[in-house]
């Protein structure tokens, strides 16, 4: 069955770095659209970065200039690095799939199929 397995995340000051992961198995790599999602205490989930079968990325505006999101094919997995990090940068950041293309859906939470635990992200 389908897996997304995040890591990564942690406590680093403002300004600093942190690269997440998320590793997938149980499909094939190919026609999906990969998404990371975050939600901070009494927020909404809220999409950050995506990245399409094509390779193509989108980011919330929030996050521009900061965070890349990739694919790393050999892997399966999908990275996302952060830098320039904030506080309001704090929260659990998810992984989201679909075995479809993202097609402007990639802020939908209802969109994706499959979701991972979580990684928390604080930032001071």
């Known amino acids: 069955h389908v897996q997304l397995v995040e890591s990564g995340g942690g406590s680093v000051q403002a300004g600093g770095s942190l690269r997440l992961s998320c590793a997938f198995s149980g499909y094939t790599y190919s026609g999906h659209c990969m998404a990371w999602f975050r939600q901070a205490p009494g927020k909404e989930r809220e999409g950050v970065a995506a990245?399409?079968?094509?390779?193509?990325?989108s980011y919330a505006d929030s996050v521009k200039g900061r965070f890349t999101v990739s694919r790393d094919n050999a892997n399966n997995t999908v990275n996302l690095m952060m830098n320039s990090l904030k506080p309001e940068d704090t929260a659990m950041y998810y992984c989201a799939a679909r075995f479809t293309r993202c097609g402007g859906r990639q802020w939908a939470t209802d969109y994706f199929t499959y979701w991972g635990q979580g990684t928390q992200v604080t930032v001071s």
């Open positions: 990245i399409d079968s094509d390779g193509i990325a």
